[in-house]
Each structure stands twice: as structure tokens, then as C-alpha cells.
């Protein structure tokens, strides 16, 4: 049972990884409370679930252009000191945040413009983190380092929404940011504790580098060297090919609220329990993940994990299908249980699959190329489900919810298998010899 476990080797052996992993854990809590508190405060002031929408857009937008040069950015200059700034930044966004709340300034186009800032900054500090766990850790260990850092993000996104909205509820929204800037300490000093972390066969004050080595200016040739270096490396690059087909196709977040008002019952409770079952099963994949993380022909546990995130998602849908648009007044027990495991597998198989493409970006790309294809890897994170969500949506407006995810679920299935058969090399990718 012990090897069952998740691995936590990498919190013995290295007390820069143990730390940063633990103040990321923290400060995530407080930035699921945040999400969840701003949506609330928009929807107070409005009363519109448009408005609560365009938060997302406001998050997207910048996320998407920054992320490239954040990436750059971490290619070029210490990515401690890349880390730290915009962890500055993002800690003073979330004081305006509580600032507006406390003096209840009640401006929507402030909350929209601090949530851009925000996702600006993000967009540079997370490919910077990300880039300097393979210099805390050996490439071995990078699995295990990974499935720790999902499963305490699992924990937060479960944990952190229902304790945003319990202080929104008992306390007001100026106490659930607040709570947010105290818990996000913790990722601050785990950063400023971090050594130095520039470029590899660079020094600490060598300035900004072009991956030849030569003092240069970040641009847009530093972003495209990036990104043509990508579509040379077949492996890296099916890496994102893959979870771009399953998250385009097959992301049923957007399928939820309709699935308890029209197809379970149970309305905004049964949501909620799909949503938690969804994050319960990425947890248990973390909790579970210590044989996982021993495994070297990682390429195929990928491909095996979106093949069962795939077939999870079309057995969602054909519970829907199977009780059909009744609109029901209570809960019908069953297919909520069926629907719930059914997406607890998908939410499982997704972590499993987020672990292994996330460590072979890390051990197979060169590190003077590491922020830049993590900033990539960042884009495609954040914008693949949103495209899903227009996807599964058109579809659903088509022909209905039910087979909305069938239909999803069986189309990734087949483009999944598609991607496999014309790039053999990823399937045979062996973690003792990463290649890119």
C-alpha cells in the first residue's frame, strides 16, 4: 500500500522544492477563494451572468499574448528573480482587489481591469516556477515532484471555492480577499528563499540571453525561436496535440448546469456535486500516483490516460442520454452516482496525463528553451478548455447534452488514436533517454 502512495521523495530531498511546493499549495487555496469571491461581488453588482461571463474573457486575453513572452521573459533572466517580481505583482493586484472591497468602491470595470492585471502577471510567473523545479530536482524525480504539485492544486480547487463562498457569505468579500493576500505570504517567501536560478552555463548577473548566449533584447524573434524550435521536436509537440484534442473536443464543465436542471435533478446541487466529483477524482489520482511515477515509457501512459478521459466523458453522456430531458423535481440517485464516477474517472485520467506531459516538457526540452515552451504549455492549459466549452456548447444547442459528451468523447477517441499512429516516436518515448 505504501508504494501506492503518492511519492513524496521530492519533498525529503530537496528543501528549495519543499518549501516552494508548500507555499504553492497555500497561496492556491487563496486564489480559488478570490475567483470564486469576485464572480460573487460581479454578480451582486449586476445581477448578470453575462458580466460573471466576461470575467473570463478579461482573464483570457492577456494570458494568451503574455504567456509567450513570460515564457521568453524566464529564457532570458534569472527566473528567480522573474518568480519573485510578478509574485509581487500578483500579491498587489489581490490588495486592490481587497481595497475595492473594503471601501466599497463597487466598480465592475476596476474588478475587470485588477482580473486582467492579474492574469497578466500569471501568465510570467507560472512558466517561471514550473521552469525551475528541473533545477531542484533530478529528471527522475520530476513525476513524482509533478503529481505532488496536481494534487495540492486538486485540493484547492475542491477545498478553496467552498470556503470562498462561506466567507463571502458570514463575512463579506473584503475578508475573502483578504484571506487571499495573508495565504499568498506563503508563496512569497517560499520564492524569495529559492538560490539563483539563471539560464544554464550562465552567470546569476550575466544579463538578458538569446539561447546562443549573447546579451540581447526580449522580443518577438526570442518568442518565435520558441516556437519554431517546438514544431521541430515531435515529441514535445505531441505533448500539447494531445491535450489540445481532449480538451477541445471533450471538456464537459460547460454541460454540468444544464445535466442537474434538465437530465439528473437536483438543479444547482447536483452542479455542484458533478464539479466536486470531477476534482475528487484528480485528488484520489494524486493520492494514488506512487506506482505511477516509476513508470518510463510515459508517452504511452499519456496516451492510455486520454484514452480513458475520453471514453469517461462519452459514458457521461450516455447516462444523460439514457434519462433523457425530463427536467425532473428531485435527484434521480442513480445517474447522478453514474455521471458523478463517471467524471471522477475523467477528472483522474486528466491528472495522470497533466503529470506525465508536464514531465517531459521539463526533462526533454533544454533548459534555454524551458520558459519559452512552458509558456506555450500555459496557453494551451488555459485557453484548450475554453475552446471546449464553445465546442460541447455549439454541439449541445444541436442536438442535446447528452450527446454533446458522446459525441465529444468518441471524436477525441478517434483523433487521439490518429495523432498516435502518425507520430509512432512518442509512443515508444522512453523516460530514461527524454528526447524533445
Given at each position: 500500500m505504501r508504494h501506492l502512495l503518492a511519492d513524496t521523495t521530492p519533498l525529503k530531498v530537496s528543501a528549495d522544492y519543499r518549501r516552494l511546493w508548500f507555499g504553492l499549495?497555500?497561496?492556491?487555496?487563496g486564489t480559488q477563494v478570490t475567483i470564486v469571491a469576485v464572480g460573487l461581488q460581479i454578480y451582486a453588482m449586476t445581477g448578470s451572468t453575462l458580466a460573471v461571463g466576461l470575467l473570463g474573457l478579461f482573464s483570457l486575453v492577456p494570458l494568451v499574448v503574455l504567456g509567450l513572452y513570460g515564457g521568453a521573459l524566464v529564457d532570458h533572466y534569472d527566473r528567480r528573480k522573474v518568480s519573485l517580481l510578478s509574485s509581487l505583482v500578483l500579491w498587489a493586484v489581490v490588495a486592490g482587489i481587497a481595497a475595492q472591497a473594503w471601501f466599497e468602491v463597487e466598480s465592475v470595470h476596476l474588478l475587470y481591469g485588477l482580473v486582467a492585471v492579474q492574469s497578466a502577471a500569471f501568465a510570467i510567473n507560472n512558466p517561471a516556477r514550473s521552469a525551475i523545479i528541473p533545477r531542484l530536482l533530478p529528471k527522475e524525480l520530476m513525476p513524482a515532484a509533478n503529481a505532488l504539485m496536481t494534487l495540492s492544486w486538486n485540493v484547492a480547487l475542491t477545498g478553496g471555492p467552498l470556503i470562498g463562498a462561506l466567507l463571502v457569505s458570514q463575512l463579506g468579500y473584503a475578508w475573502a480577499?483578504?484571506?487571499?493576500?495573508?495565504?499568498?505570504?506563503?508563496?512569497?517567501?517560499?520564492?524569495?528563499?529559492?538560490?539563483?536560478?539563471?539560464?544554464?552555463?550562465?552567470?546569476?548577473?550575466?544579463?538578458?540571453?538569446?539561447?546562443k548566449g549573447r546579451v540581447g533584447v526580449v522580443g518577438l524573434r526570442s518568442v518565435l525561436d520558441g516556437l519554431r524550435y517546438l514544431a521541430t521536436q515531435p515529441n514535445v509537440r505531441t505533448t500539447?496535440?494531445?491535450?489540445?484534442?481532449a480538451m477541445v473536443l471533450s471538456f464537459p464543465r460547460v454541460l454540468?448546469?444544464?445535466?442537474?436542471?434538465?437530465?439528473?435533478?437536483?438543479?444547482?446541487t447536483t452542479t455542484g456535486l458533478l464539479a466536486a466529483a470531477f476534482a475528487a477524482g484528480g485528488i484520489l489520482a494524486g493520492v494514488f500516483s506512487g506506482g505511477l511515477t516509476r513508470i518510463r515509457k510515459q508517452g504511452q501512459v499519456i496516451i492510455w490516460a486520454i484514452t480513458a478521459w475520453a471514453v469517461s466523458i462519452a459514458a457521461f453522456g450516455l447516462v444523460l442520454?439514457?434519462?433523457?430531458?425530463?427536467?425532473?423535481?428531485?435527484?434521480?440517485?442513480?445517474?447522478?452516482?453514474?455521471?458523478?464516477?463517471?467524471?471522477?474517472l475523467a477528472g483522474g485520467s486528466?491528472?495522470?496525463?497533466?503529470?506525465?506531459?508536464q514531465s517531459i516538457l521539463q526533462t526533454a526540452t533544454p533548459d534555454h528553451m524551458r520558459g519559452r515552451l512552458q509558456g506555450v504549455f500555459i496557453v494551451v492549459v488555459a485557453g484548450g478548455p475554453r475552446l471546449g466549452e464553445m465546442v460541447l456548447g455549439a454541439e449541445a444547442t444541436w442536438f442535446g447534452e447528452g450527446w454533446a459528451a458522446v459525441v465529444g468523447g468518441l471524436t477525441c477517441l478517434a483523433l487521439l488514436w490518429l495523432i498516435v499512429r502518425l507520430t509512432p516516436r512518442f509512443w515508444r518515448y522512453d523516460a530514461r533517454h527524454p528526447e524533445p
Open positions: 499549495s497555500v497561496s492556491n487555496i480577499y483578504t484571506l487571499d493576500m495573508v495565504l499568498f505570504l506563503a508563496a512569497l517567501w517560499a520564492v524569495f528563499r529559492l538560490p539563483p536560478v539563471p539560464p544554464e552555463g550562465t552567470e546569476p548577473d550575466a544579463g538578458a540571453l538569446n539561447p500539447f496535440l494531445v491535450d489540445v484534442c454540468w448546469p444544464a445535466a442537474g436542471v434538465i437530465y439528473l435533478g437536483g438543479g444547482e442520454v439514457l434519462v433523457g430531458r425530463g427536467s425532473p423535481d428531485g435527484p434521480i440517485v442513480w445517474a447522478v452516482v453514474a455521471a458523478g464516477v463517471a467524471l471522477a486528466d491528472s495522470v496525463s497533466s503529470v506525465f506531459r
